[in-house]
């Protein structure tokens, strides 16, 4: 073959791809544009400006560029108008139902196997005991799906007495284990659905939709935590939904923003991303995510020359809903989580004295209530603030030996033993505060209940510590001072 015959059909292999691609991937116009200014630019160096004929050249190149934009444009608007159609098209309510159902039955299926204690349910079911019995525990976790299963045990008439304690022990018929696993039934299910319905919000047919939501039905992993006591399920749920409503409010911001449709959207997603923040703190990412989709929104605002004002409300508007809210309703958790846990119980040993002392029951240690306040010939016991674990000013009725290398300039106190002791719960840790100054008056600048309102309650002779006072630690079972 020839050289130039080779060159030529390259020109047009090369010509059709070129062509091919651009009215797949919707680089058309910029493409176009930079192939047509080449030619020109080609042409021009070719003919020259100042050539017989060139000019003449050039403006019927030119006039072709129109003409192929022209058909461009008609091309894309044809394109526009089918993605246009395909997010037009009915939602497809057989095909959420089918994919709904399916998620259903998967997870539905021998709901009560087995009928014991299965992996983190150890933990979760033991929380939604102490939510139940009221008895405050500590949870690296934000509280709102713990509080959501303590809700269906309260209204499955669960009392709280099993506490989950060992993984593979049987549930007596007392617990209602199976109405606190629907709850993952129903978030699971609740998934699926979202994601059929972020598919098609994305433009895409019916058929990617259905395909979208088998997909996560059958997903070993998504079907495991949507059927056992576990947060899982409803974190997956709410990061779902924040994305759904994200997508929304993106394509209502371009067609119809500040409308009541927008509004609705864009509230959902800020009590969803609330949500997904205080099931788990991982949930952060999806709030990343969110935060990185509504930048680009403003963005796109901003260059499409949107008036000051606008978009100034714009700002406001996902300022309040999309940040304020999700803190208050994450704040709100926690209130409700403190609200119902007004005893004390086991994560009450990892809070400090003061928290302690707001627990009704709560004996630190053993026999002595916990006050605000510390008064003259109070009993206390002291913990060390910076260690983990707790470690309490400890001593008993013995003392330091001498030192035993005799003839060493090395001596012994010979006092009684003090020493750090990790358990909180021993007599021989209690201490009596005794308060040492030279004129110990009893003002009653406080009354028994710990307030300052001046009210006398028959407590005159509490004398409060204040700062400056000298005072002595006395221990409780020998007597003795501390190091005296």
Same mark, same amino acid.
């Given at each position: 073959?020839?050289?130039?015959?080779?060159?030529?059909?390259?020109?047009? &292999? %090369?010509?059709?791809?070129?062509?091919?691609?651009?009215?797949?991937?919707?680089?058309?116009?910029?493409?176009?544009?930079?192939?047509?200014?080449?030619?020109?630019?080609?042409?021009?160096?070719?003919?020259?400006?100042?050539?017989?004929?060139?000019?003449?050249?050039?403006?019927?190149?030119?006039? +072709?560029?129109?003409?192929?934009?022209?058909?461009?444009?008609?091309?894309?608007?044809?394109?526009?108008?089918?993605?246009?159609?395909?997010?037009?098209?009915?939602?497809?309510?057989? %095909?959420?139902?089918?994919?709904?159902?399916? #998620?259903?039955?998967?997870?539905?299926?021998?709901?009560?196997?087995?009928?014991?204690?299965?992996?983190?349910?150890?933990?979760?079911?033991?929380?939604?005991?102490?939510?139940?019995?009221?008895?405050?525990?500590?949870?690296?976790?934000?509280?709102?799906?713990?509080?959501?299963?303590?809700?269906?045990?309260? $209204?499955?008439?669960?009392?709280?007495?099993?506490?989950?304690?060992?993984?593979?022990?049987?549930?007596?018929?007392?617990?209602?284990?199976? !109405?606190?696993?629907?709850?993952?039934?129903?978030?699971?299910?609740?998934?699926? !659905?979202?994601?059929?319905?972020?598919?098609?919000?994305?433009?895409?047919?019916?058929?990617?939709?259905?395909?979208?939501?088998?997909?996560?039905?059958?997903?070993?992993?998504?079907?495991?935590?949507?059927?056992?006591? &576990?947060?899982?399920?409803?974190?997956?749920?709410?990061?779902?939904?924040?994305?759904?409503? !994200?997508?929304?409010?993106?394509?209502?911001?371009?067609?119809?923003?500040?409308?009541?449709?927008?509004?609705?959207?864009?509230?959902?997603?800020?009590?969803? $991303?609330? #949500?997904?923040?205080?099931?788990?703190?991982?949930?952060?990412?999806?709030?990343?995510?969110?935060?990185?989709?509504?930048?680009?929104?403003?963005?796109?605002?901003?260059?499409?020359?949107?008036?000051?004002?606008?978009?100034?409300?714009?700002?406001? #508007?996902?300022?309040?809903?999309?940040?304020?809210?999700?803190? #208050?309703?994450?704040?709100?958790?926690?209130? $409700?989580?403190?609200?119902?846990?007004?005893?004390?119980?086991? %994560?009450?040993?990892?809070?400090?004295?003061?928290?302690?002392?707001?627990?009704?029951?709560?004996?630190?240690?053993?026999?002595?209530?916990?006050?605000?306040?510390?008064?003259?010939?109070?009993?206390?016991?002291?913990?060390?603030?910076?260690?983990?674990?707790?470690?309490?000013?400890?001593?008993?009725?013995?003392?330091?030996?001498?030192?035993?290398?005799?003839?060493?300039?090395?001596?012994?106190?010979?006092?009684?033993?003090?020493?750090?002791?990790? +358990?909180?719960?021993?007599?021989?840790?209690?201490?009596?505060?005794?308060? $040492?100054?030279?004129?110990?008056?009893?003002?009653?600048?406080?009354?028994?209940?710990?307030?300052?309102?001046?009210?006398?309650?028959?407590?005159?002779?509490?004398?409060?510590?204040?700062?400056?006072?000298?005072? &002595?630690?006395? +221990?409780?079972?020998? %007597?003795?001072?501390?190091?005296?």
């Amino acid at each position: 073959m020839p050289q130039q015959t080779k060159r030529t059909a390259a020109k047009r &292999v %090369g010509r059709f791809c070129v062509r091919w691609l651009t009215r797949r991937n919707g680089w058309k116009k910029e493409l176009t544009a930079v192939m047509m200014d080449g030619r020109k630019g080609g042409l021009r160096r070719r003919k020259g400006e100042g050539e017989p004929g060139g000019e003449e050249q050039v403006e019927k190149e030119e006039e +072709h560029r129109r003409q192929r934009r022209q058909v461009e444009e008609e091309e894309g608007k044809d394109a526009a108008d089918t993605v246009a159609a395909v997010k037009q098209q009915p939602h497809g309510w057989s %095909g959420l139902l089918l994919v709904t159902g399916i #998620a259903l039955l998967l997870r539905l299926a021998f709901i009560s196997h087995p009928s014991s204690v299965v992996w983190d349910e150890t933990h979760f079911g033991g929380f939604t005991a102490n939510y139940i019995q009221g008895t405050y525990f500590l949870d690296v976790h934000p509280p709102l799906a713990k509080l959501l299963l303590a809700f269906v045990a309260k $209204l499955s008439g669960f009392d709280g007495t099993f506490h989950f304690d060992t993984i593979g022990a049987e549930y007596p018929a007392s617990v209602p284990f199976v !109405a606190l696993r629907m709850l993952s039934v129903v978030f699971g299910t609740a998934t699926v !659905a979202t994601i059929h319905q972020i598919v098609r919000a994305l433009g895409c047919g019916e058929r990617a939709a259905v395909l979208a939501g088998v997909l996560v039905s059958v997903d070993a992993a998504a079907l495991i935590v949507s059927r056992i006591i &576990v947060l899982d399920a409803q974190l997956v749920f709410f990061c779902a939904f924040s994305l759904l409503c !994200a997508i929304h409010v993106r394509n209502t911001t371009r067609t119809a923003p500040f409308s009541r449709r927008w509004w609705c959207w864009l509230l959902l997603l800020g009590a969803s $991303l609330g #949500a997904v923040c205080s099931v788990k703190l991982v949930g952060l990412f999806t709030f990343a995510t969110v935060g990185c989709i509504t930048a680009r929104d403003l963005w796109d605002l901003w260059g499409a020359r949107e008036p000051l004002s606008t978009m100034a409300y714009h700002v406001l #508007a996902r300022v309040v809903v999309l940040i304020a809210l999700p803190i #208050a309703i994450f704040l709100g958790c926690y209130w $409700l989580h403190f609200f119902l846990l007004p005893n004390t119980g086991p %994560g009450a040993g990892f809070m400090s004295s003061e928290f302690r002392s707001t627990l009704a029951g709560d004996r630190q240690p053993l026999v002595v209530s916990v006050p605000r306040d510390v008064a003259h010939e109070s009993i206390i016991s002291l913990r060390h603030a910076h260690n983990t674990p707790s470690c309490w000013l400890h001593s008993h009725a013995f003392r330091y030996p001498p030192y035993p290398k005799e003839g060493s300039d090395l001596v012994s106190s010979q006092m009684q033993q003090v020493t750090c002791y990790p +358990h909180a719960n021993d007599r021989n840790n209690l201490w009596r505060v005794t308060i $040492l100054n030279s004129t110990l008056t009893f003002d009653n600048e406080y009354d028994d209940n710990g307030d300052d309102d001046g009210d006398d309650d028959g407590d005159a002779n509490v004398r409060y510590l204040q700062h400056g006072d000298v005072i &002595v630690l006395t +221990h409780i079972d020998t %007597g003795h001072p501390l190091h005296r």
